[in-house]
Nanobody, 126 residues
């Protein structure tokens, strides 16, 4: 059983940056492809970024490409999301997730992930 805990959310002005972290425990972190999703009020939970087990493969939603960077530190069982040039429309609860499928792949749908964190709020003021 994998437990995920996000941190680093908060309130930031438009154009600013935040770095989210997700700490994993209770499993073998290297076995998991990881992802970040976000959910705004009244909307579905959407894929933001994904990274495979080694970190050699990443992918992003078009809405954040060029502004967000996903990375992982397998020695510390953590995955990060560096968010730059933030916009008001980035406001949402951000979730990290772990997938137990083949770890060399990146996954894009909520149903492909097996474990979720509790989420961290990111609010961008315009």
């Amino acid at each position: 059983q994998v437990q995920l805990t996000e941190s680093g959310g908060g309130l930031v002005e438009a154009g600013g940056s935040l770095r989210l972290s997700c700490a994993a425990s209770g499993g073998t972190f290297n076995d998991n492809s990881m992802g970040w999703f976000r959910q705004a009020p009244g909307k579905e939970r959407d894929f933001i970024a994904g990274i495979n087990w080694r970190g050699g493969s990443t992918n992003y939603a078009d809405s954040v490409k060029g502004r967000f960077i996903i990375s992982r530190d397998n020695a510390r069982n953590t995955v990060h999301l560096q968010m730059n040039s933030l916009k008001a429309e980035d406001t949402a609860v951000y979730y990290c997730a772990a997938a137990q499928g083949p770890r060399e792949l990146i996954y894009y749908h909520t149903y492909e992930y097996d474990y979720w964190g509790q989420g961290t709020q990111v609010t961008v003021s315009s």
